[in-house]
């Protein structure tokens, strides 16, 4: 237990009386990665807020181990256009040395951008620039908002990978938010289903299978999910018959499209 | 001190020298006032300045001091009425800008054993400029400048990204309030020079010319500074020459400045 970084214990937030987190109980540790999905308003974002400490509790508590330190990835970096910043400054805003900052950069693979203009970044550079900041801070817990909004899906999968191995490398407890549902599920330990309340929480195989996330996300995304797990365990030889590999990418994407209208009625409903 | 004497005995060196107090705090601010997109705010608060004055007059305690103190109250009205969201902001500044402006006048016309230079305060009276002012001028620039440099990376910092700011620790509402403050010495101080119309054209136009040859945000309050002396010096120049009110040709020597270097600048990248 030495190594829990944080616990909420029936973590509550309400905005005018209504829940959008509803005792909400979790923990992460040193080395975990745990992903909070969820649809829409399901106070994914509030969630995180609220482990960072800028989000009031109505009720529960959160506890953080002594002087945890939290490295902060926000959403995306809505900069105003008026403001001249270059990835060196930024980066020196968090009062570290230079050659520190050049490091996580580097891990981050951007160091050659560090003279550049943050305009001029692209949305995949911009997430690296964020996570990198993060890390010169020398976290030991990483609070990613949707990591990868905003980037290709090439791009997507090399950031779940880096996510991955900083863990590795760092051992720091990572969590995060995501809509990929699909990258989610490789690249991650726990994933956390969330629509106000925990509806199910698990191991990323066994989620797919669990009625309560079957009626969050709908049937569609969770057979489609349940294709993308016979695809990724092919290379183990553990199930034989699998449709091409192509045809299930494709397929997957469709339903998750379909999904998304599901979510939508599931919302309403409620 | 006789070379001080005939220096501050001169008008025109008086007028100067308080021009000069006044765009050196100008700059930073005004810096903030583009990267936050404050112009609207500013122009509230400058338009509310009208009002302190009556005030002043009608309390018989010193103008200046009215002016920054209702300043200050206005900022932290606005700050409480923000918060309620019945009204958008920009309705909400539109209806205090204008009401305080216009409560100001009604009420200096009640007054009419108070024989004021309603056009000074509207568009300034540099040329009037009396020790007194010169020490409120320098004085009020002394509080802003410490304030500024002893706050400066917090401000920089939840300016980019509020809630990044805050997970890092920074006390976002506290600067808030702090840069507000600040707004309202400048506004009370800068008055004297170009009036409460033209306040926001002093703050904003020096800094927007900077924009565009700036590297980093510490470099472009260090062109809006130069900018905003030179405004002030080729003003006075102008208004000496051809007798021309003194404020308003600090602005329009501003804003000659401005088209100037757009164009420049337009013409290199081409």
Redesign the interface.
């Known amino acids: 237990m030495t190594d829990t970084l944080v616990t909420l214990d029936a973590v509550t937030v309400a905005f005018n009386g209504l829940p959008v987190v509803d005792r909400v109980n979790l923990s992460v540790s040193r080395g975990d990665i745990v992903t909070v999905i969820g649809p829409n308003g399901a106070g994914k974002t509030t969630l995180i807020?609220a482990i960072?400490?800028?989000q009031r509790l109505t009720s529960g508590s959160i506890w953080r181990k002594p002087g945890l330190s939290?490295g902060?990835v926000?959403q995306h970096?809505h900069?105003?256009p008026?403001?001249?910043?270059?990835v060196q400054?930024?980066m020196s805003?968090?009062?570290q040395p230079d050659p520190d900052c050049r490091q996580a950069l580097s891990k981050t693979g951007i160091e050659h951008l560090f003279k550049a203009s943050i305009h001029r970044l692209s949305g995949g550079e911009m997430q690296r620039l964020l996570i990198a900041?993060a890390l010169v801070?020398k976290p030991e817990l990483l609070?990613l908002d949707e990591p990868a909004q905003g980037v290709d899906i090439n791009g997507q999968a090399s950031l779940y990978d880096l996510i991955r191995s900083l863990r590795d490398t760092l051992q720091c407890g990572v969590i995060m938010i995501s809509h990929d549902l699909h990258l989610v599920m490789a690249a991650t330990d726990k994933v956390i289903c969330l629509n106000q309340h925990i509806c199910c929480s698990g191991y990323p195989e066994d989620i797919s299978h669990d009625p309560a996330f079957i009626e969050v996300f709908g049937q569609a995304i969770a057979e489609s999910l349940a294709i993308y797990q016979h695809h990724h365990n092919h290379s183990h030889d553990l199930h034989g018959d699998v449709v091409g590999s192509d045809a299930g990418g494709h397929s997957h994407t469709a339903h998750s499209g379909e999904c998304q209208s599901g979510e939508h009625h599931n919302h309403a409903a409620h | 001190m006789p070379l001080i004497d005939l220096v501050l005995g001169d008008f025109f060196w008086r007028a100067l020298i308080g021009g000069l107090g006044v765009a050196l705090v100008a700059g930073p601010l005004g810096c903030f006032v583009?990267?936050?997109?404050m112009a609207y705010f500013g122009d509230t608060l400058a338009h509310s300045a009208l009002l302190g004055v009556a005030l002043g007059f009608l309390l018989q305690t010193s103008v200046n001091l009215a002016i920054a103190l209702t300043c200050v109250a206005l900022a932290i009205l606005l700050v409480l009425l923000g918060r309620s969201r019945a009204l958008a902001t920009d309705t909400l500044l539109g209806i205090l800008a204008h009401s305080t402006l216009a409560i100001g006048l009604v009420a200096l016309s009640f007054m009419p054993d108070v024989r004021v230079d309603l056009t000074g305060y509207l568009f300034g009276d540099l040329l009037a400029m009396s020790r007194n002012d010169l020490a409120w001028i320098y004085g009020g620039a002394a509080v802003v400048l410490v304030l500024l440099c002893w706050l400066w990376?917090g401000l920089?910092?939840s300016?980019?990204?509020e809630?990044?700011a805050?997970?890092?620790g920074v006390p976002v509402e506290r600067l808030r309030l702090a840069l507000m403050l600040m707004f309202s010495l400048v506004i009370a101080v800068a008055m004297k020079i170009v009036g409460v119309l033209l306040i926001t054209a002093l703050l904003i136009i020096p800094a927007?010319t900077a924009?565009r040859m700036?590297?980093?945000?510490e470099?472009?309050v260090l062109l809006a500074v130069i900018i905003g002396m030179i405004a002030v010096s080729g003003g006075l120049t102008l208004s000496w020459h051809f007798n021309s009110p003194a404020g308003p040709s600090v602005v329009v020597t501003a804003f000659l400045m401005f088209v100037l270097t757009y164009s420049l600048i337009r013409q290199q990248q081409q």
């Open positions: 807020k960072t400490g800028i939290i902060y926000p970096l900069l105003q008026t403001l001249p910043l270059t400054r930024f805003l968090t009062g900041r801070r609070v | 583009v990267w936050r997109r990376r920089l910092m300016t980019i990204h809630e990044l805050r997970v890092e927007a924009r700036a590297r980093g945000p470099h472009m």
